[in-house]
């Protein structure tokens, strides 16, 4: 069984839609375009979610991988 790790995911989940979840209680939803190896994320058509409800559109995004909690599939 071939061995999957936390860069691969990212690389398979690059162009499409992503939840990132911050250390402060946020969401970004938006479509990854790029990470380093740090997880610092670039989204693009990001929104930005409080309490499962929708608070703004902000288009590009950057986040340092330092406040993420989770990255996962849409």
């Given at each position: 069984?071939?061995?999957s790790r936390p860069l691969d995911m990212l690389?398979?989940?690059r162009n499409n839609t992503v939840l990132v979840?911050?250390?402060n209680g946020?969401?970004?939803v938006g479509k990854?375009?790029?990470f380093d190896i740090h997880i610092n994320v670039v989204l693009e058509e990001a929104e930005e979610h409080k309490d499962?409800?929708?608070k703004r559109k902000l288009g590009n995004v950057f986040i340092r991988?330092?406040?993420i909690i989770t990255i996962s599939p849409a």
């Open positions: 069984m071939e061995q690389n398979r989940a979840d911050l250390k946020l969401r970004y990854l375009q790029a499962g409800e929708l991988g330092d406040t």
